[in-house]
């Protein structure tokens, strides 16, 4: 081994707490770089790949089939921008009953609405269907149901019986389209039986067989995911009423009734791909163009590919603003903390460096020794940091992998490459510095230090000469002698400011001809001057001796003094950012469930169950049992003693304009606003003919608070205006919240009528005293009452943002605490004379370790009053970044979390972390030999 690398050896080997921060430094900060980028660039990795090979749709067109043709809709695929076509296809949206039953659903249970599109095959210049099982439909009587979310295997019969003629349908093949362009697939004839239209839009149907198929392929989109109820800024379902009639020449318009009561709505389906379709403001003006191609509100509605893989990517990309944040604050932490180490390194080897010099290193030598130093554990940092994120990104891109019945594989190769090397580049970055003042230093001042007065002399070592080659010596845990152990404690007589006063006992840095130096400026002496009154005046308070000195001393050391407050500051802001997200995480879990405010659930009759779930009888019979009377229910309920509010809810599946598939809605009766979600904007539900939905109900949708959306139902329509929109994540976030009256409105008779009744009790009410007597009172109307539970509803991706955010926070502590205990460490060595006169004029081992604390707690307490209001800030910049991720609008109540008690105990974190950073190295001076430490000069 050369003689360079036995130094950065021993180097690395000799000084072990500060290999052991730079590891620590460097794990956290590589290993929240990681997870972040990773997670940006891998959570989207499966998304893209599918949509690249199944050439996805940068945009699905929903046109209303009462207002446009078939050829009219084909012709679109020759607006501006359209690179390729596919479709029209005709779509419909029906219900299915199970005619034959399996281990999952039994025979006669109702499926939620389907979004029903005919299509020859599974091929096409645009949304390639990948089919998972089974076989592709092509003859009447099959179907094709889409993989995502569906219990129902091939071989299953399904019956439609609100269809024209009531057919039964066999599933023979399952199949999933990245552009989540249907719920379930057939063949042309087979959805024009389903509309009631057959024979009068088939040729206009296959206008547009080749619309496009010689276009170049493009990148974008993704599966409608398995909640049941996404979409996309515009998507788009049937929205046409049933039974309309469409005035016009086309043939396929045209009143077309239907055997039974009334026609199915039904609509068509364009499949485009755009030339520029990056970002959504390229796919909003391709809508644009295809939009002005049809008549006005043909356009029923649209879905874009980047909103479909926002919500399918949604999970795992809410972790990378807090990921950003934390790896940002532990890269500059890292900075930070490196600077310190090296530079304290430095300047406590002086003498080495001159001994290195002496023996023939080169001034280049001395730096590179000394980046490496920094260098080496900083690299052992990296590569357990890479690790780490690795491993703490598998759960997370597995869930985005299930979402395509696909590996999402784990963070690209480049990502573990390139974090880790801009780590090193900033570590070297950091160590270069005061490397470079270590080359600088003259061999002959730096070899003169520790050698008789060099300590006190002045020179560039000056005032570190206790970190020469005698520091070491005063470490030793010899125990003080006999005579030292009973030296009186310190007194005022004894100390009347000797280290700021006495001639010999002035340190250099404090000193009246110090300051007067040639050399120095005016405004630096004068700042100089300032600091030596001040520190006099704080050391002449009315405090313990030991206190004073240690307030006093940050004046004495102001460029040391501020590095440690700047590492204090960081593990602060970090405390406040992670308590302020674990609160906001809090209210979030508390807030996403809807109807969560109630402690008492009563079951009211009709299987209701949560948006978007099917309930199932016990023995398997179809249908649900009736539901209680209103009346009855709320006259039991307003008997019964503890009772506070109560209100009730319905739910039914319907079609919704602008929105593919079947949306739930949650309908309400009664008082409701005690138990309403937060609001971001508008007003709760107070009248008929109102809605209330999320943020990323608006953006599928493509409108806007005050803007109306269409419910269909079997041929009936209601409209409906969106008053507010609110915060939940229960169904996805797609439930339409609305009152009882707009379920009759849509013809559901007892389906408009409360299925489940949500109770606040008095405050003070015994909750199992209350419930036994609230279910004597309902046992006659065979209903049953039961207690909320918030265990069940609980989000394991929440819990593993608070693990995770927990982990890092102590992380980045941690290296703000070692990196005050370095600087501590380094001063102590510094002072060990100065702590050796102090402990022979009577300082006792506990004062000792009160005046090295309170050298860094003033800095500390100051430290966490400026960190404070940089965490809310930054809290307040990241967690509306991480709604954004979602698709969602955090309500303001979750963003406001710091209150009076939380941000009085955030102030002392400053301080906390100060203290702990300084306690081991206090002990350690506390507990060195007064004579050992006279000896070291």
């Not at 398995?226 to 046409?240: N, P, Q, R, V, Y």
């Not at 109102?690 to 409209?719: H, M, N, P």
């Not at 963003?895 to 203290?915: C, F, K």
């Amino acid at each position: 081994m050369s003689a360079l690398g036995r130094v950065v050896r021993a180097g690395v080997g000799r000084r072990r707490v500060r290999t052991v921060v730079l590891v620590l430094t460097t794990v956290m900060a590589v290993t929240a770089s990681v997870l972040a980028v990773g997670l940006l660039v891998a959570a989207r990795a499966p998304f893209d790949r599918a949509f690249a090979e199944r050439r996805g749709a940068h945009l699905t067109g929903q046109f209303d089939g009462t207002r446009v043709t078939a050829a009219r809709v084909a012709a679109t695929a020759d607006a501006p921008g359209v690179t390729a076509s596919a479709g029209p296809f005709l779509t419909v949206s029906v219900r299915a009953r199970t005619v034959t039953g399996s281990d999952f659903v039994p025979a006669g249970v109702d499926l939620p609405p389907l979004t029903v599109v005919g299509r020859e095959d599974a091929g096409g210049p645009v949304d390639e269907i990948d089919l998972t099982e089974g076989e592709w439909a092509t003859r009447p009587g099959e179907i094709v149901l889409a993989a995502d979310g569906t219990p129902l295997r091939p071989g299953t019969r399904l019956t439609l019986p609100d269809a024209p003629g009531g057919p039964t349908l066999t599933v023979v093949g399952l199949a999933r389209s990245v552009t989540g362009t249907g719920d379930a697939w057939v063949t042309p004839a087979q959805a024009e039986v389903l509309a009631g239209v057959r024979g009068e839009v088939s040729g206009e149907a296959g206008v547009s067989a080749g619309a496009g198929a010689g276009a170049s392929a493009g990148r974008g989109a993704e599966s409608g995911n398995s909640l049941g109820a996404e979409g996309d800024s515009g998507s788009a379902s049937a929205s046409a009423s049933g039974s309309a009639s469409a005035s016009g020449s086309a043939s396929a318009s045209g009143s077309a009734s239907a055997s039974g009561s009334a026609s199915a709505s039904y609509s068509y389906e364009m499949l485009y791909r755009f030339r520029h379709a990056a970002t959504d403001t390229e796919v909003a003006a391709g809508r644009a163009a295809i939009a002005a191609a049809v008549p006005e509100g043909a356009l029923s509605g649209a879905r874009s590919y980047l909103t479909v893989r926002q919500e399918e990517t949604a999970n795992a990309m809410a972790f990378v603003p807090f990921l950003a944040a934390f790896g940002v604050l532990g890269l500059c932490l890292s900075v930070l903390v490196i600077g310190i180490v090296v530079g304290g390194a430095v300047g406590a080897a002086t003498r080495r460096i001159g001994v290195l010099k002496a023996l023939g290193f080169t001034p280049a030598q001395v730096v590179r020794a000394y980046v490496a130093q920094a260098l080496v554990p900083a690299v052992v940092g990296c590569v357990l940091g890479v690790a780490l994120g690795n491993a703490l990104a598998v759960p997370v891109l597995a869930e985005v992998g299930e979402a395509f019945g696909a590996s999402a594989g784990g963070i690209p190769v480049w990502v573990d490459v390139v974090v880790p090397g801009a780590a090193l580049v900033l570590v070297a970055g950091a160590a270069v510095v005061p490397a470079l003042r270590a080359g600088r230093l003259r061999t002959v001042e730096a070899l003169a230090v520790g050698v008789g007065g060099g300590a006190r002399g002045g020179g560039r070592g000056g005032g570190r000469g206790g970190g020469g080659g005698q520091s070491p010596r005063w470490w030793s845990t010899t125990r003080r002698s006999k005579a030292h152990r009973s030296t009186p404690h310190l007194s005022t007589a004894h100390l009347s400011t000797p280290h700021l006063s006495t001639p010999h006992l002035s340190t250099p840095h404090l000193s009246t001809p110090h300051l007067s130096t040639a050399g120095r400026s005016a405004v630096g002496r004068s700042a100089a001057a300032a600091r030596f009154t001040t520190a006099r005046f704080i050391a002449r308070l009315p405090l313990p001796r030991a206190v004073g000195l240690g307030l006093a001393h940050p004046f004495a050391r102001p460029a040391r003094s501020a590095t440690v407050g700047a590492a204090v500051v960081f593990g602060a802001v970090s405390v406040t950012f992670a308590v302020g997200l674990a609160l906001t995480l809090g209210a979030v879990q508390e807030g996403r469930m809807l109807d969560a405010a109630g402690s008492v659930v009563v079951e009211a009759g009709g299987g209701q169950g949560p948006p978007g779930a099917e309930v199932v009888r016990a023995d398997g019979g179809g249908g649900a049992p009736a539901k209680a009377d209103p009346e009855a229910v709320a006259a039991v309920l307003r008997a019964r003693e503890g009772t506070a509010r109560f209100y009730g809810t319905a739910q039914a599946q319907v079609g919704a304009s602008g929105i593919t598939g079947a949306t739930t809605v949650v309908a309400y009766e009664g008082d409701s606003a005690w138990g309403a979600p937060e609001l971001v904007s508008g007003h709760w539900l107070d009248g008929p003919g109102q809605a209330v939905v999320t943020s990323r109900f608006l953006t599928a949708a493509g409108i806007g608070v005050g803007d109306t959306v269409t419910l269909t139902e079997k041929g009936r329509r209601a409209t409906v205006r969106i008053v507010g929109e609110a915060f939940f994540t229960q169904g996805g976030g797609m439930a339409l919240l609305t009152s009882t009256a707009t379920l009759a409105e849509l013809g559901l008779g007892e389906g408009a009528l409360p299925g489940r009744y949500h109770v606040r009790t008095d405050s003070g009410t015994d909750p199992a005293g209350y419930l036994d007597a609230l279910n004597r009172a309902l046992d006659e109307a065979g209903l049953e009452a039961f207690a909320r539970s918030d265990s069940a509803n609980s989000s394991s991706v929440i819990v593993a943002m608070d693990a995770l955010i927990g982990t890092l926070t102590l992380m980045l502590v941690v290296v703000a605490g070692l990196g005050v205990l370095n600087t501590v460490v380094l001063d102590t060595r510094e002072r060990v004379h100065e702590l050796g006169v102090f402990k022979a004029l009577g300082m006792t081992p506990r004062q000792t370790v009160t005046m090295v604390v309170t050298s860094v707690a003033g800095v500390g307490l100051l430290a966490g009053l400026v960190a404070v209001p940089a965490g809310i800030a930054l809290h307040r910049a990241v967690t509306p970044l991480m709604g954004d991720a979602i698709g969602m609008t955090l309500p303001a109540t979750d963003l406001a979390v710091y209150d009076g008690p939380v941000l009085a105990s955030l102030a002392l974190g400053g301080l906390v972390i100060a203290v702990a950073g300084a306690l081991a190295p206090a002990t350690w001076a506390a507990r060195t030999a007064t004579a050992t430490a006279l000896r070291t000069e």
